[in-house]
């Protein structure tokens, strides 16, 4: 069973376009939703979290919107440059468990065109 | 170093053999955890230790697969009997603790079972 469901899986984006990656869940217990990017060859570095009591978190050009009744959620980046392009990985953990085990979607592979 | 050092970064081995991965967390980290990432999915949960003692293993595949982390710095991932299966990325994270809201991963150690 698939908890975390992304999409799409690949997605090409001209310089200065918006880039919408969305995901959605199925455990309600879930209440921390991070997004991670991972370089080739790197490991996934934390980008930008958001915890369902908000509806929208923004930090510079990455937003994240949040549906808790849709149980949706999803990426936003304004203004894309090539320096964005990388994998996107949405993931969901319920933090008030007895350990902080993330649940990841399966990657969206991001190019930006210059 | 200040990141999370993993090694080897390529390890190459034949079916049947025994396999020991490293990782050394971020200096201070109390939670470290290790994720397998196959081509084109996301990072799969394997194991947490909080301290030296392994809080969650279960994903772990089965028995062939063992971790420990005997001074609650530095881990290893045991794998015996290695199958052809096994071959992918294997991620190592840390954290300062539950709930800080932020995994730092390794750059991984690509393994290859021929």
């Known amino acids: 069973q698939q908890q975390v469901k992304q999409s799409p899986q690949s997605l090409i984006v001209q310089k200065g376009g918006i880039s919408i990656i969305n995901c959605a869940y199925e455990?309600?217990?879930?209440?921390?939703f991070p997004w991670y990017q991972q370089f080739p060859g790197k490991g996934p570095a934390l980008l930008i979290a958001i915890r369902p009591d908000v509806s929208e978190k923004k930090e510079g050009r990455f937003t994240i919107s949040f549906n808790k009744s849709a149980k949706q959620f999803s990426l936003h980046i304004m203004d894309s440059q090539p320096g964005d392009s990388a994998t996107y990985f949405c993931?969901?953990?319920?933090?008030?468990?007895?350990?902080?085990?993330?649940?990841f979607g399966k990657g969206t592979l991001l190019t930006v065109n210059p | 170093g200040a990141g999370v050092s993993q090694t080897p970064s390529n390890k190459v081995t034949e079916k049947g053999k025994y396999v020991e991965l490293r990782c050394d967390p971020i200096?201070?980290?109390?939670?470290l955890y290790w994720y397998r990432q196959s081509l084109g999915q996301g990072p799969e949960f394997l194991i947490y230790?909080?301290?030296?003692?392994?809080?969650?293993d279960s994903g772990l595949p089965n028995d062939r697969f063992f971790a420990v982390r005997p001074e609650g710095s530095v881990s290893t991932l045991k794998i015996q009997r290695t199958e052809r299966g096994d071959s992918a990325v294997y991620l190592c994270a840390s954290s300062a603790g539950l709930n800080t809201g932020e995994l730092f991963f390794g750059e991984g150690s690509r393994l290859t079972v021929l």
């Open positions: 993931a969901a953990v319920n933090s008030g468990g007895s350990n902080y085990k993330l649940t």
């Open positions: 455990n309600t217990a879930f209440d921390y």
């Open positions: 200096s201070g980290h109390t939670a």
């Open positions: 230790f909080q301290g030296t003692g392994a809080a969650d």
